[in-house]
């Protein structure tokens, strides 16, 4: 583990109860980090941003919807006072002391300085901290004026390990980080106090942010001078809705630019076992969403050319709609017996394989498999691990 942890203090919190205090975005970095500790985890706050309730609807972490009090530490070994009030985070850090429970030390956090205090022209800052070590492409804006700049970065599949060096150094240099549930999530443990946290997660079919809300959260943002990073999952541009956020800024006249990410339609193949391409076995793949079924009318991909063609397909976003999906395939001439493996979680420690066969899926038994998951179509999913 990287800076998000300390080795020696991980092992201490694996399987042991550890408590968050707050459910605003300065929770989710310690959540975040207890999580990749494999430590048990439990949030108090009367609410929870999205990417944290999120997790709850995940049974990753469990929620008690109340204000903090003493009695919430009973049991706990290790507490992360996280809310967004300085006064509770005190009281928070008193009761911890008085009842002999652990804090969560601050020193495995980075103590960056308040950016205010690094420069008077963030302007100047941004494009001389971005332009040559991310080759990324610049566009919108003067970069004359005292504007700040938006970034959109890629942030892999979810472990904070599994992000770019450049967008890494950008996530630490930002003034406001604007953030999604499936985002490396450990790595905001990283950063200042200082630095605000705009949780935007969308959960299908559940909560979320409009993206034209999102939008304008960059742009005003940018507007006021700030050094933006927009964290997503995987890579901006797959499945990411990265270019409406670039067209946005641009169009606002706010600089914006692009670092790409690990995807996760390859890496959560990659980390259960699967190559997506195999020589002598599958010379393509074909990343899909399945958001719109085969049978629905706004489905624009021709499912019968995708069951002939002979490639592997990685299904993105379609938990709900695997068994149409297997069923389209199957009557475009794939073979019932073709292996498929969903992989779920990928790269946290829930990460979990449900490997059966399109036969199975297009009858309907695709219960084991829960969202977020990758699910791979084609003979590589015989290479599946860790099932
Ligand atoms: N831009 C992202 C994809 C966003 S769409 C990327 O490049 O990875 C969201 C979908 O990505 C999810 O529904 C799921 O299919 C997939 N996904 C993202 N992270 C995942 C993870 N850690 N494990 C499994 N699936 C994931």
């Keep these: 583990m990287s800076e998000s942890g300390s080795p020696t203090l991980d092992l201490l919190l694996e399987g042991r109860p550890c408590l968050v205090v707050g ?16 430590a048990q985890v439990h949030v108090v706050a009367p609410t929870l ?38 006064s509770l985070d ?11 429970v652990l804090l969560l030390p601050r020193s495995t956090r980075r103590e960056t300085p308040s950016p205010s205090h690094v420069t008077s022209s963030p302007a100047v800052e941004v494009d001389d901290a971005l332009e040559p070590s991310t080759g990324a492409a610049r566009s919108g804006g003067d970069r004359g004026e005292r504007c700040g700049s938006v970034v959109l970065v890629g942030g892999g599949p979810g472990s904070p390990e599994l992000i770019t060096v450049a967008g890494r150094e950008a996530v630490l240099r930002a003034d406001v980080v604007v953030v999604d549930r499936l985002a490396p999530l450990a790595l905001l443990d990283d950063l200042g106090p200082e630095v605000e946290i705009v949780d935007v997660s969308k959960i299908p079919r559940g909560r979320f942010t409009p993206q034209e809300e999102i939008n ?8 006021a001078g700030k050094r933006v990073v927009r964290l997503k999952g ?3 541009f797959v499945f990411g809705r990265g270019m409406e956020e670039h067209i946005a800024c641009s169009e606002a006249g706010v600089p914006v630019s692009v670092i790409p990410g690990v995807t996760s339609a390859v890496s959560a193949p990659a980390l259960a076992g699967i190559p997506v391409t195999h020589r002598g076995l599958v010379q393509g793949f074909a990343i899909v969403s399945g958001h719109a079924a085969p049978d629905d009318p706004r489905s624009t991909i021709d499912w019968a050319a995708l069951g002939r063609s002979g490639v592997t397909i990685v299904v993105l976003m379609g938990v709900e709609t695997l068994p149409r999906i297997a069923r389209a395939l199957i009557e475009a001439g794939r073979d019932a017996d073709t292996p498929v493996a969903s992989v779920m979680d990928a790269a946290l420690p829930s990460q979990r394989t449900h490997v059966s066969t399109l036969g199975r899926f297009a ?25």
């Design 23 to 38: 459910g605003g975005g300065h929770a989710i970095g310690p959540v975040g980090r207890l999580l990749r500790a494999r």
């Design 49 to 86: 941003v999205t990417a944290l309730q999120d997790l709850v609807e995940r049974d990753l972490i469990t929620w008690s919807p109340h204000e903090f009090t003493a009695a919430d530490l009973h049991g706990i070994l290790v507490v992360a006072p996280a809310s967004d009030s300085p």
């Design 90 to 100: 005190a009281a928070v850090h008193d009761a911890a002391e008085a009842a002999g």
């Design 216 to 223: 304008a959260v960059l742009v005003d943002r940018a507007r």
């Design 234 to 236: 995987g890579d901006p």
């Design 363 to 387: 009858d309907g038994a695709t219960q084991e498999v829960r969202a977020p998951a990758v699910t791979v179509i084609g003979d590589v999913a015989r290479f599946a691990q860790g099932s």
